[in-house]
């Protein structure tokens, strides 16, 4: 660090992430998509935009959708924190990542993190949503991809596999 | 016994794990030891010559690596096409946003304030920023007229065609740029050392493109320039070209300081440094018959390419020949130039050309059919281009299209007449106007006349030691389904179980140049190469004694196994040769053009609020023939997701110039359709085959970005009785015309034909 720089002290910050108790020495002020990514080695998270548009960043936060790139990481002390890597357990897909891969939901990839994170804080709130709700729960998360109707039929599909049970 | 087929099934996506776990790696998920992270200081002004450069107080500037052109070991331009794009401004800008100077740190978070301290004083040169006023030379900032290049496509007696026409129909129509937005920003990583050279790992569509111009800007050999492709996020043409650029910036930094640099451009600068669509005029002058049949057409098409020529021939080219469209024209003259503004150079996005040409001639078909007085289904029916008939160029179709039948089904899917007679009924007292809307085109696959050949593109298939086998190419996956598709094509080929077969990383020491991935060009040529060269690897196990002509995949696994332990290797390569059949005369534009074309009807249809001015797209119907759909939900994907971005293009997406520099490069204010904005697209195929492409694929990719702009529109104007010819068409457009300059009741259509 030069002068120039002046950070402010760095400081301790529990928290939890995918079920993990870490406590982390980070700038009060860093983006939390930052320390997730450098200090956590947790790169599905995401930028696309850097002001909380595209939701590439998307990771819950006790369970809220959040844009990572918006919060300081001094706001996700003490709670827990799901990133992409938290959904798939011990080597399986959950079953909202299969539909993703069934029905063509993913292409480039790139927003596929934020948006199965956000489909599953929609079905967890809403498991049987209509498609409507899909497309308003989504539409936070851009793709420039697919069009989104692979990933609606994705989401639908989920819901019917039970996506959240 | 062979397996089951593997062709026209949707297998998983190869890479579709790692996509859904988070765990496939882009390049700025990748560190490297020692990294320092690098930044460009560009050009504010959009012309003028630099007098001097200082480095400002407050920055200890002997912790940056600073890297100017007198850097440049080898050329200082970005090889392509004419080598007129410097990498790195020498005395002189040209345009907003052009790199001049280069910075890298270890600590990324010092760079932003760094860039800002560099200050550039500079001589200010008169700038152009349009079509018009680069026509009207007031400055030259280009060659001898500012002029990148110039095509006269002529067919027929055009001149003889109008002295007996009954009807001339003119207008000018105009599209925009448009910004790829693919979600992954550009970004790229060097290293350099003595040993090995120069690598660079990046998100990117064509690895040898970026090889070429490193070699030239370096002056090293083929052998000491890699370059690697990292999972790609999204590219849509935005990163054929500007990937050299970003990846000669790193590798100056990193040669200069002995240390790995990455460079990831955020948002507001991928936004307003690199490519976007060309905005385009196009003048449309058609002599009809009072059958409503086309005699002749005088078609000017205009692009504005931006400072630099990097690729705006080839995007001319493509838009020129497609300008004719799916029609039969007896007689045409098409005069296509691109010119140069003080703009940043406009590139390549899905359709090439195509999308802007297209754009006129189908709002101009329904124009033609007002004045003649038939309905756009009818006009367009009249002219469609049938088998063993020549488009524009000459060209003779030999494939079974049916395009009156293609018409019938999608009108018939869309409800079409149905919808128009009742949105006419409804519309008369209602706030939220309907309608609905054609588009008919076509869409000419892989590079225009001679260029295949010209690539000699390369492709290899090779056995591994456990028996499995993978394909060696530099084509690319970003999305649109590159390795699932070439491994369903060699496995099927091969007769083995697509789980047998992967496909390498894009590494240009280790794979072949089987040629750019664009031009809808992949699973038609470069599948079909995979193809052969799958045949030559069955055929060496054969002759060899270790296959027998009916085999399992088991008995193959086992017989490649055997082979490999045997002789140490099993590859086979296949290079494209271009069907005798396929004849371009690149100086009279005259010849088969492509391979073969991809055809499309779309219906579209729309609701115009007239309390918001706001146009939302209610239904969407895209029928294609695209010969054999190999796997059915990536080609469904391709479709719709062409199709939104072309909503985009028609409807929400409009770039904000000021002096040549883009004032909204933000996701907040440069608006790209969301789930929300969207309807449910309706897609469905008919499937011809095509003798050119592996297992009777065409090109799938860039055909669905045409059509949807023209029929959006002209439902605006089916519901408005309001004709709109530029795009994007936002709502304070339509306010314009309705309310502010207009009469109250929307007018009737004033069609600007005239009887002779």
């Not at chain 2, 010559?49 to 690596?65: C, D, H, L, R």
Request: hydrophobic share 40%; glycine share 10%.
């Amino acid at each position: 660090m030069t002068g120039s720089s002046s950070p402010r002290a760095k400081v301790e910050i529990p928290l939890t992430v995918n079920g993990k108790p870490e406590t982390l020495l980070a700038y009060p002020m860093e983006r939390l998509l930052d320390v997730l990514r450098h200090q956590l080695g947790l790169t599905g998270t995401k930028e696309g935009c850097g002001e909380g548009e595209c939701g590439s960043c998307s990771v819950l936060i006790d369970g809220t959708l959040v844009n990572s790139c918006l919060i300081p990481v001094l706001q996700a002390s003490r709670t827990t924190v799901i990133t992409i890597e938290g959904l798939e357990y011990d080597g399986c897909l959950q079953s909202l990542q299969q539909a993703f891969l069934d029905c063509g939901g993913a292409q480039c990839g790139i927003c596929t993190p934020g948006m199965i994170l956000a489909a599953h804080h929609l079905l967890t709130k809403k498991p049987q949503p209509s498609l409507e709700e899909i497309r308003e729960g989504l539409s936070g998360n851009l793709c420039r991809c697919t069009g989104y109707t692979q990933i609606i039929e994705a989401v639908a599909e989920a819901a019917r596999r039970g996506a959240t049970t | 016994m062979k397996a089951n087929p593997i062709v026209g099934v949707s297998v998983p996506r190869m890479e579709g794990r790692g996509k859904v776990t988070g765990a496939a790696r882009y390049v700025d998920d990748l560190t490297l030891p020692g990294m320092l992270y690098g930044a460009t200081v560009r050009s504010r002004i959009p012309r003028g010559k630099i007098k001097n450069i200082t480095f400002g107080p407050g920055i200890n500037w002997n912790e940056f690596v600073i890297v100017t052109c007198k850097d440049i070991p080898g050329t200082n331009c970005i090889a392509l096409i004419e080598d007129d794009q410097p990498c790195l401004a020498d005395g002189i800008v040209n345009h907003p946003e052009e790199p001049i100077l280069l910075l890298a740190h270890a600590d990324r978070h010092l760079l932003p304030k760094a860039v800002d301290s560099v200050s550039i004083e500079y001589d200010p040169l008169p700038a152009i920023f349009s079509i018009a006023d680069s026509e009207s030379r007031s400055q030259i900032i280009w060659g001898a007229g500012n002029i990148f290049k110039t095509y006269l496509i002529e067919k027929g007696d055009v001149d003889a065609a109008f002295q007996s026409a009954d009807y001339i129909v003119e207008a000018e129509y105009t599209t925009g740029a448009q910004e790829q937005l693919y979600i992954e920003n550009n970004g790229m990583i060097a290293g350099f050392d003595l040993q090995n050279g120069l690598t660079v790992w990046g998100s990117l569509q064509c690895p040898y493109y970026v090889h070429k111009a490193l070699m030239k800007l370096f002056a090293l050999p083929a052998d000491r320039v890699r370059v690697v492709q990292m999972e790609t996020g999204g590219a849509f043409g935005g990163k054929e070209e500007y990937p050299s650029m970003i990846a000669a910036h790193a590798a100056l930094l990193a040669m200069k300081s002995g240390k790995p640099v990455k460079i990831i451009y955020d948002r507001l600068e991928d936004m307003a440094a690199t490519t976007k669509r060309h905005p385009s005029r196009t003048r449309h002058r058609t002599a009809v018959s009072k059958d409503g049949k086309i005699l002749a057409g005088e078609i000017d098409f205009t692009l504005d390419g931006g400072a630099y020529k990097t690729l705006s021939p080839v995007v001319l080219s493509r838009g020129a020949i497609h300008a004719g469209g799916a029609y039969y024209w007896p007689s045409v003259r098409i005069r296509a130039k691109a010119v140069a503004t003080n703009a940043p150079p406009h590139g390549a996005f899905r359709g090439f050309g195509a999308p802007q040409s297209l754009f006129a001639l189908e709002r101009h078909m329904d124009r033609i059919a007002q004045v003649v007085g038939l309905s756009p289904a009818e006009i367009r029916r009249r002219n469609f281009l049938h088998p063993g008939q020549t488009t524009i160029t000459g060209q003779i179709i030999n494939e079974p299209i049916d395009l009156p039948n293609l018409l019938d089904r999608a009108l018939a899917l869309s409800g079409y007449h149905a919808k128009k007679e009742k949105f006419a009924q409804e519309n008369q007292h209602a706030n939220i106007k309907k309608g609905i809307g054609i588009a008919a085109f076509l869409h000419g696959a892989g590079f225009t006349g001679s260029g295949e050949r010209y690539l000699g593109s390369i492709v290899g298939l090779e056995a591994c030691p456990d028996g499995r086998v993978r394909i060696l190419v530099s084509s690319t996956e970003f999305g649109q389904g590159t390795n699932t598709v070439l491994c369903q094509i060699a496995a099927e080929a091969l007769g083995i179980r697509y789980e047998d077969v992967s496909i390498a990383q894009p590494d240009t020491h280790e794979v072949p140049n089987s040629g750019p991935t664009v031009a809808s060009r992949t699973v038609m040529v470069v599948g079909k190469l995979v193809q052969a060269a799958a045949a030559g690897i069955k055929k060496t196990l054969t002759v060899s004694g270790m296959l027998s002509e009916s085999y399992s995949p088991e008995e193959f696994r086992a017989a490649a196994r055997a082979y490999v332990a045997q002789h140490g290797k099993l590859r086979s390569l296949a290079q494209y040769e271009q069907p005798g059949e396929i004849v371009w005369d690149e100086e009279t534009y005259r010849g088969s053009a492509y391979a073969a074309f991809a055809w499309a009807v779309y219906v579209a249809e729309v609701a115009v609020d007239l309390t918001t001015f706001s146009v939302s797209v209610e239904d969407f119907v895209a029928l294609q023939e695209v010969g054999k759909v190999l796997h059915p939900v990536l080609a469904k994907g391709q479709i719709i997701g062409g199709i939104a971005q072309a909503i985009g293009f028609a409807l929400y997406e409009k770039v904000i110039w000021e002096q040549g520099r883009m004032q909204n490069g933000q996701m907040t204010n440069y608006i790209m359709p969301t789930s929300a904005d969207l309807p449910l697209i309706r897609v469905y195929f008919e499937e011809l085959g095509n003798v050119h492409g592996a297992y009777g694929a065409k090109g799938i990719g860039e055909l669905p970005m045409d059509g949807p702009a023209p029929a959006i529109i002209n439902a605006v104007e089916d519901a408005l009785h309001v004709p709109f010819n530029s795009i994007p068409l936002l709502p304070e457009e339509i306010f314009s015309a309705l309310v502010e300059s207009a009469p109250l009741e929307p007018a009737l259509p004033v069609a600007r034909g005239h009887r002779k």
